[in-house]
């Protein structure tokens, strides 16, 4: 009979087990930082920040902002730009900004991510906005982690030097050549920083 019941409570644990919800991820806002801890070389990223510029995303590359300083009660000391804040990861995903309408993250069709200008919402032939997901992991100190519909996030290389100093824009799926496959784990931030991302 123990036996049995051995048999009977050890699958019931571990169904209960898989069944409990994880502990619920925030919407944001936060921030994103590369982690990469090579196996093949010394190239290793511990949570560099990565920033949006010119409708991209960098990695070693400042966020570029604006904010018009002739709208009228608009305080543009509230939006500093001084980092990139990110809010969504359950499907889509979105810049934290102040602007009207807010601008959206998208992979665009040859891999690179992308964001919406201020004011639109239109995204080039081919690009793909939803499959995002924040998730916890349950292991190393069970972070916050980023992914994109299972394909591996990378760090594609845009200036020479040395490998932790290059600039490297960010990637999903595919990339151009001498790329660095990369995770992406996000931060507890504040935000809005930006009135909008240029």
């Not at 919406?116 to 190393?140: D, I, K, L, W």
């Not at 996030?153 to 020479?160: D, G």
Request: charged share 15%.
């Amino acid at each position: 009979m123990r036996v049995l019941t051995a048999l009977l409570v050890g699958p019931a644990v571990t169904l209960a087990a898989a069944i409990i919800p994880r502990a619920s991820v925030p919407e944001g806002p936060w921030t994103a930082g590369v982690w990469r801890m090579p196996t093949d070389d010394n190239t290793f990223f511990n949570g560099n920040d990565i920033n949006a510029s010119g409708g991209k995303f960098y990695v070693n590359k400042n966020t570029s902002a604006y904010c018009p300083g002739d709208v009228e009660n608009l305080d543009c000391s509230l939006y500093p730009g001084s980092k990139t804040v990110f809010t969504g990861g359950n499907n889509t995903l979105f810049l934290d900004v102040g602007v009207p309408g807010g601008q959206q993250v998208y992979v665009a069709g040859d891999g690179s991510l992308s964001y919406t200008v201020a004011h639109s919402g239109a995204m080039p032939e081919g690009s793909v906005s939803t499959g995002f997901q924040r998730q916890r992991s349950e292991a190393f100190g069970a972070p916050v982690v980023l992914s994109s519909s299972a394909k591996s996030w990378l760090m594609c290389p845009v200036s020479e030097g040395e490998p932790r100093e290059r600039t490297y824009q960010i990637y999903v799926g595919q990339g151009t050549e001498d790329c660095l496959n990369t995770a992406v784990r996000t931060y507890t931030s504040s935000g809005p920083d930006a009135w909008q991302y240029a």
